[in-house]
């Protein structure tokens, strides 16, 4: 008998040490989709901005990128529901129109999120990526304010000091392209960098604001997270729709909604749209240590392929600058000391930007427990993915 239970032990034991290896390796498999998600965009906007050429209109980009996002939603909630076409009808009638105050509650970010998602072509297209990447992480300060004031959050006093070196290092990135600044103007008259600035500055506010003020409205809610992203993203599409009028109208019913489409483009398009969606599924293998490192990475590579891609020139200025960045996010994604009181929200995303992207970890129902457990409802977010 003591032989079966030692076997059965020994069992046991080769089974947890086979999770934990997987475990592990899904975790190192997470850092590199976050690194190359977090990375790739920035770039590829770039790269597709600053082709000679036919330019595609981004109004109609940010539109496209609502639609498939919804899109792909709706096919996860009918998977949900066993594929019952009538079911999932219902439901989604029932969520979307007859609570129909709850989906007028987000008509709010949504109106946010889709002016971030075009200042974000507007940043990219006139700033270096690598200056964009840098610059945009003071979205983790405006959502960390905005916490506190929205939410009564409190921070530790590491995040403060990382709070505090996240805004040094940026000020000395500015200050280093400042000096860049002519020589930038002369390479490329159709660039603006005071123009790319001011849409960083107004995107990271934004972000925050619609980051928090969108976990707020989650956790006073039983809806999931994906109907959530739906009610978003027909805000979105409308109101997307309606600045493509307003802003490139008879260019867009001259030339065609595709007009200026290549390969290139499309790929930009669906790593905004599904970009979130994809690192939604892997950071419930990662945690915030890991999403700092991811962050940190992808500044690197952005800058690193900057210098091959766009002969973009580091130096010691803009080094220190970076330098400081980088040990701020990972710095502020420590977790607290115990009785250090309640955690400040996390990147807001974007996404994803940022990253954006893009907020806070939160349960977003049993049927988005079902499909994805323990993921970042901000990672679903647009734009998440800068």
């Known amino acids: 008998m003591a032989g079966g239970n030692d076997s059965q032990g020994g069992e046991e034991k080769a089974a947890s040490r086979r999770q934990n290896d ?86 709010v970010p949504s109106l946010i999120y889709t002016l971030q998602n075009n200042l974000q072509y507007i940043a990219i297209s006139n700033l270096p990526a690598a200056t964009f990447q840098v610059t945009y992480q ?12 929205m939410l009564r959050k409190s921070l530790s006093r590491v995040q403060w000091v990382s709070l505090l070196l996240l805004f040094a290092g940026v000020a000395v990135v500015q200050v280093q392209q400042e000096g860049n600044k002519e020589a930038s103007v002369l390479d490329s008259s159709s660039q603006n960098y005071s123009v790319g600035l001011v849409a ?47 802003n490139d109208g008879p260019e867009v019913a001259e030339r065609g909604f595709l007009f200026g489409y290549t390969p290139m483009v499309w790929a930009v398009i669906f790593n905004q749209a599904f970009g979130g969606l994809l690192v939604a599924v892997v950071v419930k293998y990662a945690d915030n ?20 891609l766009f002969a973009f020139h580091v130096d010691l200025l803009f080094t220190a600058g970076a330098g400081l960045v980088i040990g701020a996010v990972y710095m502020y994604s420590l977790p607290k000391p115990a ?44 734009p998440q993915s800068v």
């Open 22 to 107: 997987v475990n592990r390796k899904l975790k190192y498999i997470s850092l590199a989709v976050l690194v190359v998600q977090n990375a790739s965009l920035i770039l590829s906007i770039r790269y597709v901005r600053t082709l000679p050429g036919d330019r595609f209109f981004t109004t109609s980009a940010v539109v496209m990128a609502e639609v498939l996002k919804v899109s792909t939603c709706l096919l996860i909630i009918l998977l949900q529901r066993r594929c019952n076409v009538k079911e999932t009808v219902y439901f989604l009638v029932d969520s979307i129109v007859f609570q129909y105050k709850d989906t007028v509650k987000l008509a």
């Open 138 to 149: 003071l979205k983790i300060l405006t959502t960390a304010l905005f916490s506190v004031l």
């Open 339 to 382: 009785g250090g009181g309640g955690g400040a929200s996390a990147l807001a995303s974007s996404s994803s930007s940022s990253s954006p992207r893009r907020g806070s970890r939160t349960d977003g129902g049993a049927e988005m427990e079902a499909f994805l457990p323990k993921q970042e409802a901000a990672s679903l977010l647009p």
């Open 200 to 246: 960083v500055v107004i995107s990271c506010l934004s972000s925050g604001f619609a980051g928090v003020y969108f976990e707020k409205i989650l956790k006073g809610s039983s809806a999931s997270v994906w109907v959530r992203n739906v009610q978003l993203g027909i805000f979105g599409t409308a109101l997307g729709a309606l600045g493509l009028w307003w």
């Open 289 to 308: 240590i890991l999403k700092g490192f991811a962050t940190s990475f992808s500044i690197i590579v952005s800058t690193v392929t900057s210098v091959y």
